[in-house]
């Protein structure tokens, strides 16, 4: 995944902007039962040509736990401990990650691009592919008339500065070893500024508030309503879209 965002380092518009239109285009262009390799079987433990699909479970999954890594995604398909071969191995063959890609009922998009405008001029792209080297990696480019801030997960991010020409690293923090290894430590870091919100009787542990959480969902059922109707859909004041 990756995000480009043009911004505007205006102190007095800084937080102070809104989304007003958002588009998108994407499609699952490639998992299909048109596509399925000849002669593939219903799950990749079975399957007669398993050893030439590129996107073989048994390929993207055990393989890791062979090497020693059990932590996501390996985590989210094998619920069962200790995340070992054989355990990983009966979650292919009975769950849901081990079925064949071309035959599965998904209809979540394989690549995607939504674009987002904002009241102040700001312009935000999205952009999510299937097919990539890394597993989930997540990289985010800001980039500002000041300076530029960069980041590849898990980090560090990079800031570089217009007029000196120089880049500053900072290291981003990791989370502790947890069964919310999913999305790069983000569920462990919500949940933990929430129990920390609590114990402290202090809600600003909570760095993003209800309303600002309802819009961002907002805007993703605004992208995928663009997406499906091919039109460019025109954000309220209130964060509701037609």
């Given amino acids: 995944m990756s995000s480009w965002v043009a911004v505007d380092d205006n102190p007095s518009m800084e937080y102070s902007s809104s989304c007003v239109r958002v588009s998108s285009f994407g499609s699952l262009m490639h998992f299909g039962l048109e596509n399925k390799p000849a002669g593939a079987g219903s799950r990749c433990v079975d399957c007669q040509v398993e050893n030439t699909c590129p996107f073989s479970a048994k390929k993207i999954y055990l393989e890791r736990v062979k090497q020693g890594l059990t932590d996501f995604p ?3 398909v094998c619920p069962q401990e ?18 064949c890609v071309y035959e599965c009922d998904n209809d979540v998009v394989s690549n995607q691009v939504v674009n987002f405008q904002f ?41 570089f ?19 919310m290894r999913e999305m790069h430590g983000g569920d462990y870091f919500l949940m933990d500024a929430f129990v920390k919100a609590v114990e402290n009787g202090d809600r600003s542990c909570v760095l993003t508030e209800p309303q600002e959480t309802l819009q961002s969902h907002q805007l993703v059922f605004a992208a995928e309503q663009a997406r499906l109707q091919d039109r460019v859909i025109t954000i309220n004041p209130d964060g509701s879209h037609n």
Avoid at 89 to 99: D, M, Q, S, V, W
Avoid at 134 to 140: G, K, P
């Fill in 74 to 76: 390996v985590s989210a």
């Fill in 82 to 99: 200790p995340v070992d071969v054989e355990n990983l191995t009966e979650a292919l063959r009975t769950g849901p990650y081990g079925r």
């Fill in 119 to 159: 009241d102040g001029g700001q312009t935000v792209s999205f952009d999510m592919v299937g097919f990539t080297q890394e597993v989930c990696e997540r990289q985010t480019r800001i980039s500002g008339t000041k300076g530029e801030l960069r980041w590849s997960s898990p980090g560090p991010v990079y800031v």
């Fill in 161 to 179: 500065d217009f007029l000196t020409q120089t880049s500053t690293e900072h290291p981003c923090a990791a989370a502790p070893p947890n069964k």
